[in-house]
């Protein structure tokens, strides 16, 4: 019982930066949404702050992404 435990707490520490991804990938678009649409409020350039501040936060997430994707690869390579 001790060993499956074990097993498991190590993939769930591996999984871990992707388990959070995901509420990252969605706060960086809504931030970014909410920004955008506060600042065409103030500068009343209704919708084209919202729309390139929403680009700019899934180009975020994806990048955020990516390197979370690449570091992850880069420690099964040095750990195999």
């Known amino acids: 019982m001790r060993l499956i435990r ?3 707490s190590k993939i769930l520490k ?3 930066p992707f388990l959070i991804m995901g509420w990252q990938m ?3 678009i809504v931030l970014c949404g ?3 649409w506060w600042l065409d409020k103030q500068f ?3 919708p084209w702050l ?3 501040f929403l ?3 899934v180009f975020a997430a994806m990048v955020s992404f990516l390197k979370t994707a690449a ?3 880069k420690k099964k390579k040095i750990n195999n």
């Open 50 to 52: 919202l729309i390139g």
């Open 26 to 28: 969605v706060l960086t």
């Open 71 to 73: 570091n992850y690869n």
């Open 6 to 8: 074990s097993k498991d």
């Open 55 to 57: 680009f700019f936060g």
């Open 14 to 16: 591996e999984l871990s």
């Open 44 to 46: 009343d350039t209704k």
């Open 34 to 36: 909410i920004l955008g």
